[in-house]
């Protein structure tokens, strides 16, 4: 590593431009398709294909001056300030549909109910005044525009265990930090395939549940507030850990490929700091979604 | 005076210079370049907007085009010209005055850049679609929103798509304020431009992924059966307001911030005196940049809260003239028996501290419940939010760009014409929306194409205002380009009381500024 004596600044490069036009390419392609566009869906996957190629182009040209020694300690600051301050972002996405599932539960299906603001502004009483307030609510305030479902997901069943397998891949991911600081390969990767392996089967069981829920108990996103913020809430985490899973992969396959030193090894804690922040939200999930 | 000059400098050539950029001068003046522009495409909406109010009655364009501009000028000038503006002036500045070699993760820096012509070429391209564009207001509130047509869906990805662009010059700017700073330069040395443009980061990266949120909600909505904001499945459409203004409030001040420490930098100059306040300055805009979380829902008094709600957001609201008032006396303070000239960044601000201040007094107003009964969506709330966005952001950036211009160009501006753009601007603007603060308190509703009679006259004298004003900014265009192109050589401390490690640079700034972290000395750290 250079000192910090000398500043770095990268050379230029085209993967930002690359990246905007193929984030472009996408949204065009996702707006003609909810329009029902001929040929959306070409668009898309063009689209997704060039957020595939700026991503694998983007990291490749990181990951060869990492490698070439050509970052300082300051740069590292900076990716990882950088990854910090990401992740606090996805916090506060992810903050604005809790807020959703706060704001039903506490105001809005009891005001609907006729409790409270619901009882001044006369909403029960002139538009549905023979709905009862309720969580889950599986009846809705006008169930004819609604799907309506038998059950919902209990929490001490699927989401107990995939609990339990995502603390677990937190301690795993952990071990195998352990392991790196220590140079111990064989251990490093042992455990990161532990994780892994964690990671996707939480999803592979996550959309079990799915299956299991609109197939058996017909709870779609279309099943009024509950399905609605159980859907999205879980929808985007189930995404994250995916993509997080993926990451994960990489950072395996870059570790076998002995890219990481015992000392400098950011990409990893970056991963590391992710899949951190998925385990979290998705203890709010299990105990605001599933449980309370 | 010593300089810290750089022997030697090269920039790339051709379009790759500007395509591929990692230099956070180049990328600055893509932003600032992109910002005008974006500045005369939402002008020339309100210029439709001026045109179709200059008299009662339906003249020019049809009410849902009408709506549109509306719609579409708050959006440009939002996320299109003052944004990106205050992002730019932070690309050139920031590094020049903390020592810094350039952004702390400028590949980065070039994405957020361009992702705005390709996000409002997302945005504008509705204008020409089915339905046209969104017309239901800036604010997108369901279920109004939820009935535009084909440019629905680009609406949202388009929010999302800047969205992106902001949190990533937010991370940028925040990483570069707390890794890249020369030896010497600490936290509370910092020129207080640096501080307000940390302090807005924080907010961006805060409030933007709440509007990513909220949007991706009437997305559902729209097209995947949820019911966030549909009552009749135990949503709330009122509970899209709270969600937005979570964002929007904050949205306020990250507009509002740069402003304040653009003002605390020309005044001293000017005032030949030191800021007044540091400390109290920066603690202040610490504390509306947190108020700003806790009063979101004085925007939507008369939507139906509880009434402990109306009140905690009524007082909340309040607390936050506490802070401002601070700023406004400190900027007063600096002034108070300082040797003073009057020079065209200095006139823009202590226009601005004038104007941005009846704003914040129409602020006030607006932010008491009872009273705000009357004021709601009326023309009085129009002309509270252009007191601080136009005479109040907009001045700021325009004293920014005199301000800094020289040390661009390496030219002076030309600073005769430069003083009667500002006397055009701030009569003209005054002119402009001064009487929509009597159009609103007699009753005339916002957003609306066609108006009763008695409003005939303050509507025609506003409208006058509106086009001096937008005719003025022409001025502005041809007195950059002039300075750009050649001049008087500006010295390297361009102002003779101008404070800060910028003044130590060669004018023009070089491509390249520090290549090893400078050595400063206690001049250079002066206020």
Known sequence: MAGKDIYYVPH??????????????????????????????YVLLLGAAAIVYMFAGWFAEVIAESIGGKYSKQVDTSFRMGMGW???????????????????????????????NGGINGTHEFLWSSFQASWPMNVMPDPSKFTQYSDVIPAWGVPAVNTAILLTSGLTVTFAHWALKNAERAKLSFWLFATVALGFIFVFLQAEEYAHAMGDLNLTLNSGIYGSTFYMLTGFHGFHVTMGAVMLLIILLRCLKGHFSNKDHFAFEAVAWYWHFVDVVWLGLFIFVYWV | MSTLAHEHDHAPSGLKRWLCSTNHKDIGTLYLIFALTMFFVGGAMAMVIRAELFEPGLQYVDPQFYNSMVTVHALVMIFGAVMPAGVGLANWMIPLMIGAPDMALPRMNNMSFWILPFGFALLLSTLFMDGGAPAGGWTMYPPLVLQTGDAFPFLIFAVHFLGISSIMGAINIIATVFNMRAPGMTLMKMPLFVWTWVITSFLLIASLPVLAGAVTMLLTDK??????????????????????????????????????????????????????????????????????????AHHMFTVGMPLKGELFFMYATMLIAVPTGVKVFNWMATMWRGAMTFETPMLFAIAFVILFTIGGFSGVMLGMTPVDFQYHDTYFVVAH????????????????????????????????LGKIHFWLSAISSNVLFFPQHFLGLAGMPRRIPDYNIQF?????????????????????????????????????????????????????????????????????LEH
């Not at chain 1, 990401?86 to 109910?113: H, K, Q």
């Open chain 1, 12 to 41: 230029g490069s085209k993967w930002p431009l690359v990246g905007s036009l193929a984030l472009f390419t996408t949204f065009i392609g996702g707006g003609m398709l909810l329009n029902s566009a001929p040929g959306a869906k």
């Open chain 1, 86 to 116: 990401f992740i606090f972002s996805e916090v506060m996405f992810f903050a604005a549909f809790f807020g959703a599932l706060y704001y039903a539960r506490v105001f809005s299906i009891p005001w609907l109910g006729g409790e409270g």
């Open chain 2, 223 to 296: 097209y995947f059966g949820t019911s966030f904001f549909d009552a009749a499945g135990g949503g709330d459409p009122v509970m899209f307001q709270h969600i937005f203004w979570f964002f929007g409030h904050p949205e306020v001040y990250i507009l509002a911030l740069p402003a304040f420490g653009i003002i605390s930098q020309v005044i001293p100059a000017f005032a030949r005196k030191p800021l007044f306040g540091y400390a109290s300055m920066v603690y202040a805009t610490a504390s509306i940049a947190l108020l700003s979380f806790v009063v979101w």
């Open chain 2, 385 to 416: 939010f252009h007191y601080v966005l136009l005479t109040g952001a907009v001045f700021a950036l325009m004293s920014a760009v005199y301000y800094w211009l020289p040390k661009w160009t390496g030219y002076m501006y030309d600073e005769k």
């Open chain 2, 456 to 524: 005939a006259d303050f509507n025609m004298i506003s409208s006058i205002g509106g086009f001096a004003y937008g005719l003025s900014q022409l001025l502005f265009v041809y007195i950059v380009i002039k300075c750009a192109l050649g001049g008087k050589k500006a010295k390297d401390r361009v102002w003779e009381g101008a404070k800060g490690l910028e003044w130590y640079v060669p004018s023009p700034a070089p491509h390249h500024t520090f290549e090893t972290p400078p050595k400063l000395t206690k001049e250079m």
